[in-house]
T-cell receptor
Framework: NAGVTQTPKFRVLKTGQSMTLLCAQDMNHEYMYWYRQDPGMGLRLIHY???????AKGEVPDGYNVSRLKKQNFLLGLESAAPSQTSVYFCASSYQGLGYGYTFGSGTRLTVV | TQLLEQSPQFLSIQEGENLTVYCNSS?????LQWYRQEPGEGPVLLVTVVTGGEVKKLKRLTFQFGDARKDSSLHITAAQPGDTGLYLC???????????FGTGTRLKVLA
């Protein structure tokens, strides 16, 4: 009963480095989301996907890219990391769209130095 | 900007006490969820309320959706240390179709 799995759990990057955060769900959910959570800012939507092969921008998309090549996977990429991207990143999925509640992964704590 | 304001922001109580957390907005929501998040983990969905005036109970937790679907409350009876965590409300805005998270209430229950 895995639900939503995120890897890695922790990562430290130097400014300018790139990395990809992986998210996998085994619930056959259509919708997937990437959020970042910062103290005092709450959860903010970065990008989302309403199905395999689709992606869309959320509230804070700058500096991030995503891909949804397979229904079960949603990847978040940072091309050139900046200290402002230090945050905890959460992936979530839902069977349908708005109003049905999300299943979240356990998060990735990213520090950019 | 649509906001879901939660109050109080922080709450520290003794085991056995009762408490209520509020989630308020000026916007109408088609549905509203409550989540609990423990340190180092992602939010976990507790409940969904859809109908104005709806009340749902989950053991010692009682959730209510306001009649006008603009606000909600979470009441915990006889709080236990295991209730410690960050409580988040979130809603699907009926007008903009955006899903918004509340500002959060951090609860600590002392044994």
């Amino acid at each position: 009963n895995a639900g939503v799995t995120q890897t890695p759990k922790f990562r430290v990057l130097k400014t300018g480095q790139s990395m990809t955060l992986l998210c996998a769900q085994d619930m056959n959910h259509e919708y997937m989301y990437w959020y970042r959570q910062d103290p005092g800012m709450g959860l903010r939507l970065i990008h989302y996907s309403v199905g395999e092969g689709t992606t869309a921008k959320g509230e804070v998309p700058d500096g991030y890219n995503v891909s949804r090549l397979k229904k079960q996977n949603f990847l978040l990429g940072l091309e050139s990391a900046a200290p402002s991207q230090t945050s905890v990143y959460f992936c979530a999925s839902s069977y349908q769209g708005l109003g049905y509640g999300y299943t979240f992964g356990s998060g990735t704590r990213l520090t950019v130095v | 900007t649509q906001l879901l304001e939660q109050s109080p922001q922080f709450l520290s109580i003794q085991e056995g006490e009762n408490l209520t957390v509020y989630c308020n907005s000026s916007s109408v929501f088609s549905s509203l969820q409550w989540y609990r998040q423990e340190p180092g983990e992602g939010p976990v969905l507790l409940v969904t309320v859809v109908t104005g005036g709806e009340v749902k109970k989950l053991k010692r937790l009682t959730f209510q959706f306001g009649d006008a679907r603009k606000d909600s409350s979470l009441h915990i009876t006889a709080a236990q240390p295991g209730d410690t965590g960050l409580y988040l409300c979130a809603g699907a805005n009926a007008g903009t179709y955006k899903y918004i998270f509340g500002t959060g209430t951090r609860l600590k229950v002392l044994a």
